[in-house]
């Protein structure tokens, strides 16, 4: 949470919105941080309360709040998701008070997942690059203030991420899978440090 707070108006409370919250929903972090409301808005989970966050059922390229009403907008590992990212970046945009922030990060890459080079590689594929964002984010008055570094996920052992993909693999294991779940089982006390993505910090022209 630092590193969002960091970001965000000093004043308290804020008005927060976790877009694509789904299993994420920061709740209980992003109230005690930012005092709140905190609403976390996700295309296929809600509506319901959990851990302090009102999770609502919605898209993020249709959010289900008034004009100026929100401080922060949070999308972390959400963007590539997004059937339309131009338009969820407008209705950021919409929604941000004149002195708030969008924040978006999106990574794969923690080190162990380059023990599976064909899945790290499609997932990949799947990220826009910071380019593309911050093209698409000004096409909604919304300029770039400044850049981060966001951890996305704990340093694991090497034995509890062969209990993560085995549980993930649900079809035939590959050659290539095999090949990975053999060299964490060969130094199953190893400590592969987690991914980090780069967090822009999205700003109305006039704040950035």
Do not use: K, N
């Not at 004149?98 to 499609?122: K, S």
């Not at 899978?177 to 130094?187: E, H, K, S």
């Amino acid at each position: 949470m630092a590193v969002l707070a960091r970001h965000a108006a000093r004043r308290r409370p804020l008005a927060v919105v976790d877009v694509g919250s789904g299993r994420r929903c920061w709740g209980e972090r992003l109230v005690a941080e930012f005092g709140g409301p905190v609403v976390g808005v996700d295309r296929d989970r809600g509506p319901r309360v959990r851990s302090g966050c009102e999770a609502v059922l919605a898209r993020a390229e249709a959010l289900p709040l008034a004009d100026r009403s929100v401080d922060l907008v949070v999308m972390v590992q959400t963007a590539h998701h997004l059937a339309d990212r131009r338009r969820a970046f407008a209705e950021a945009a919409r929604v941000l008070r004149p002195d708030g922030v969008l924040l978006v990060a999106d990574a794969v890459g923690a080190t162990w997942h380059e023990l599976f080079p064909t899945a790290l590689a499609a997932a990949r594929r799947r990220m826009p690059d910071e380019t593309e964002v911050r093209d698409e984010a000004a096409s909604a008055g919304l300029c770039l203030a400044a850049r981060d570094r966001l951890p996305l996920a704990p340093a694991r052992r090497a034995s509890e991420i062969q209990v993560l993909v085995a549980a993930a693999v649900t079809q035939q294991i590959d050659t290539e899978i095999a090949a990975g779940l053999a060299a964490l089982a060969a130094d199953p006390e190893r400590i592969y440090p987690g991914a980090v993505a780069t967090l822009l910090v999205l700003g109305p022209a006039a704040v950035a």
